[in-house]
């Protein structure tokens, strides 16, 4: 049987791309398990590629679009490869083909998870990077406040005499944002 798996890391991206080409390459879309979490996230950790994994079977095949779906850091991508060949399970990767229990599919194997890895941390190095600039610059990170400053103002005031429940009701905010604003933090 032939299995699919589509992976995405936000939630506003899209699967819609990979579970087309995973049809286009011969996978019935009943056979495709697809989710919106990061590769970070151990494979082990991964609802949809756990259950997947727990459906293949010897002789079984799992096409994924690009290595880095099934993971981002070298050992876990490893692992999760070594687990299926022990298993029976065929990989197969688009571009690549399949990955052989051989001396050339190991390297390849290899190679693949260096690279997510290192492009995972050249991800991260940029998100950091920008977000220095940016502080830098006299950028305000974070979710914007959702209260004005004149309801902050009023909030401070009645702090106190009202409850903070009641002023988190009024406002529509959480109660720790009334206290975090009567604190003044």
Do not use: P
Request: charged fraction near 30%.
């Amino acid at each position: 049987m032939k299995y699919g798996y589509a992976r995405v890391s936000t939630l506003s991206q899209d699967l819609n791309e990979q579970i087309t080409q995973l049809m286009a390459l011969g996978v019935d879309k009943n056979n495709i398990y697809s989710e919106k979490i990061t590769g970070t996230i151990k494979s082990d950790d991964r609802k949809q590629f756990k259950k997947l994994l727990n459906k293949l079977s010897y002789g079984d095949e799992l096409v994924v679009m690009k290595l880095d779906r099934l993971g981002r850091t070298a050992i876990d991508i490893q692992r999760t490869i070594l687990d299926m060949k022990t298993n029976g399970i065929i990989l197969t990767i688009d571009g690549v083909g399949t990955i052989k229990n051989d001396m050339v599919g190991n390297l390849t194997v290899n190679l693949l998870s260096a690279f997510a890895e290192f492009e995972r941390a050249l991800i991260v190095d940029r998100t950091q990077t920008g977000r220095k600039r940016a502080i830098e610059a006299g950028k305000k990170m974070g979710r914007r406040m959702k209260l004005s400053k004149e309801a902050q103002q009023a909030i401070k005031r009645r702090y106190g005499q009202e409850t903070g429940q009641a002023l988190a009701t009024e406002y529509g905010v959480g109660l720790r944002t009334i206290q975090r604003i009567a604190s003044g933090s």
